[in-house]
């Protein structure tokens, strides 16, 4: 039939004409992406496809994750997680969001859980993740740090 | 023997007669070949296709060569979501458009995608170079320097800096201080010259980048748009002398190929840029330059 060739030959076409554009539309998409999760979830812009590689000092190297496990009275004892557990630290430093941060307390619940030597006065209430970042102040680099996000979880139920 | 053309006549006449498109995908399987991606799984893989794509006829045209790459590179952003880095993403993007043009047969395709993801691409550096509130005004690079151990070298030879003072200067910065009144001041202060070539490093990178998203987003008749090769070489060969990222330099060149004069003397020009990004890497002249000025 020639009136469903021609029909089919213009979707054909069309389609042509627009993966034609796909790597600019993945371009396009993926910035559109990297500015969202910077603003809502303080993405290093470093990282992911906003293209602020040496753009900002808003780096790893001047992140910092601190975990501690905090009893009923608020005393904080730091939990000091190494190397099994970089990959996890190294997400939650660079993209502190909700899940990256939980994802963290419930690495560093089996870390605790894997060394029962290591004992509190009283089981602690729960376990706070903090993200801090580096600033500097122009002419003179001053210092000053900042908690960028922050997260309590339940110490027994990962809640 | 009726040949009497000697080694450079041959290489002159081999490069006469690369297409755009022939000479970026063999470019992008050197880039591949001489920095593989990925993990242990995926970097054997990206490394057979590369040689493939290079040694044998005719396969740097096939869909399926960049369809299996655009796979794996497409993997390795996806694993690391989304901390991969900017490099991780843009060879992706580019695979994605040697598919596409081998798919549909056009090297007119590849041209267009290649312009515009560079010029996309350097558009929004420059962006976030320009608003970001720690850039125009020095402080990126007078941190950078002191805090990035692969610039150490470049800074020693160009400052007054001591290496100890690099030293203390990394660790004042790196420094968590949660006590926002007991934060010691910086730890010495910042001589002329560091100040002077950090002030030159924004600039030169702020000019650098912004030309060349003008001249790759101008049409392609345009004054502005013939600038595009020349812009891109002097970045390269200024930019990867001190940083040390060939890899991201080589794919933009094999980029910038996809779209360039194909003259023979812009191609010496550019082969000639990327051998001198892998010079850059594995010659370390300001190490070499700093102790030869020690003596």
């Known amino acids: 039939m020639p009136g469903g060739e021609t029909v089919r030959a213009g979707a054909r076409g069309r389609l042509r004409q627009v993966s034609g554009w796909l790597p600019v539309l993945l371009l396009a998409s993926g910035l559109g992406v990297h500015l969202w999760q910077v603003r809502a979830h303080q993405l290093s812009p470093w990282l992911g496809a906003g293209f602020g590689m040496f753009a900002s000092t808003d780096v790893g190297s001047v992140r910092r994750v601190e975990v501690f496990a905090v009893l009923a009275d608020g005393t904080r004892y730091p939990v000091l997680l190494g190397s099994p557990y970089e990959d996890a630290l190294r997400r939650a430093r660079d993209l502190p969001s909700g899940r990256e941060l939980e994802r963290l307390a419930g690495v560093a619940r089996e870390a605790l859980a894997a060394q029962p030597d290591i004992a509190f006065p009283e089981t602690p209430r729960h376990l706070r993740v903090e993200v801090w970042r580096n600033r500097y102040e122009p002419g003179s680099l001053q210092a000053s740090s900042s908690m960028i996000a922050t997260r309590d979880f339940a110490f027994d139920d990962g809640g | ?295």
């Open chain 2, 1 to 295: 023997m009726g040949d009497k053309a000697g080694p450079w006549q041959r290489l002159a006449a081999g490069l006469r007669r690369l297409t755009p498109a022939e000479l970026a995908a063999r470019l992008t399987c050197l880039t591949l070949l001489f920095s593989p991606v990925g993990d242990w799984f995926v970097r054997p893989a990206t490394m057979a296709l590369a040689g493939a794509g290079l040694l044998l006829p005719g396969a740097w045209r096939s869909p399926w060569l960049w369809g299996a790459l655009a796979l794996l590179t497409g993997a390795r952003v996806i694993a690391d979501w989304p901390l991969a880095d900017n490099h991780a993403y843009l060879l992706f993007y580019w695979c994605v458009a040697l598919v596409v043009a081998a798919a549909l047969r056009d090297p007119e395709v590849l041209a267009r995608n290649a312009r515009l993801l560079i010029g996309l691409m350097f558009a929004a550096a420059a962006w976030q170079k320009w608003t970001s509130p720690d850039y125009p005004n020095d402080v990126f690079f007078l941190t950078t320097f002191l805090l990035d151990p692969r610039f150490t070298d470049f800074t020693l030879l160009f400052t007054t800096l001591t290496p100890d003072q690099i030293e203390a200067g990394r660790a004042y910065l790196e420094a968590l201080h949660r006590e926002p009144g007991t934060v010691p001041q910086f730890p010495f202060e910042l001589p002329a010259s560091f100040r002077l070539l950090a002030t030159a490093s924004t600039w030169w990178n702020l000019f650098e980048q912004t030309l060349v998203a003008a001249s790759f987003l101008a049409p392609p008749g345009s004054r502005l748009g013939r600038l595009r090769d020349a812009a891109m070489l002097l970045f390269c060969f200024t930019i990867y002398a001190v940083a040390p990222v060939p890899s991201f330099g080589w794919l933009l060149l094999a980029m910038t190929a996809a779209q360039g004069t194909p003259t023979l003397r812009a191609r010496l020009w550019l082969l000639g840029c990327f051998a001198i990004l892998g010079f850059y890497y594995e010659v370390p002249w300001a190490g070499l330059l700093l102790e030869a000025s020690a003596r």
